[in-house]
T-cell receptor, first 115, second 112 residues
């Protein structure tokens, strides 16, 4: 299995631009998570999907952030408009089961820089 | 609200030594606890998962223990190697909650 695949690996954009991050979970996994990692705040859960349905989006910072999972093999996280404080590493992770009762598999992340 | 703490933030150990990493959490009503390692520029790799009913889990040179009543977990690494150098994070799955709460990690350096 190729693992969780994220693209792009790096994204540099100017403030105000739209940014779309992509994720392909491990085949057969039915839970998908988007995390953000910064030095100041560590790992923060943004949103969690189960069977393609958003279950908990309480971690999404504000309306500028949105996430979709149109099918079991693809998810996107969109920031519009982007701001410098959105600069961070964004991780996608997947697992089997509704509860986090199995090991969580992370992608290699997208490093976002907003200037 | 669950809070997860890992102390120290950084640790350097000579190669070959055994070592222990610590993780503490404030709410003992947990579902499970996972230990991860993160290499620079990479995502997290799951090392061990301990269910709330278990006391420990072992994988190779790694042993993780869980004491729910005291809100503590330890990750024991035997015969450390330079390849063990990484940041180690623990994460707690809260009961009735489907999220993991992560600690801020311990950055481990094994000195050859």
């Amino acid at each position: 299995d190729a693992g969780v695949i994220q693209s792009p690996r790096h994204e540099v954009t100017e403030m105000g631009q739209e940014v779309t991050l992509r994720c392909k979970p491990i085949s057969g996994h039915n839970s998908l998570f988007w995390y953000r990692q910064t030095m100041m705040r560590g790992l923060e859960l943004l949103i969690y999907f189960n069977n393609n349905v958003p279950i908990d989006d309480s971690g999404m910072p504000e309306d500028r952030f949105s996430a979709k999972m149109p099918n079991a093999s693809f998810s996107t996280l969109k920031i519009q408009p982007s701001e410098p404080r959105d600069s961070a590493v964004y991780f996608c992770a997947s697992s089997w089961g509704r509860r986090v009762n199995s090991p969580l598999h992370f992608g290699n992340g997208t490093r976002l820089t907003v200037t | 609200k669950q809070e997860v703490t890992q102390i120290p933030a950084a640790l350097s150990v000579p190669e070959g030594e055994n070592l222990v990493l610590n993780c503490s959490f404030t709410d003992s009503a947990i579902y499970n606890l996972q230990w991860f390692r993160q290499d620079p520029g990479k995502g997290l790799t799951s090392l061990l998962l301990i269910q709330s009913s278990q006391r420990e889990q072992t994988s190779g040179r790694l042993n993780a223990s869980l004491d729910k009543s005291s809100g503590r977990s330890t990750l024991y690494i035997a015969a450390s190697q330079p390849g063990d150098s990484a940041t180690y994070l623990c994460a707690v799955g809260d009961f009735g909650n489907e999220k993991l709460t992560f600690g801020t990690g311990t950055r481990l350096t094994i000195i050859p």
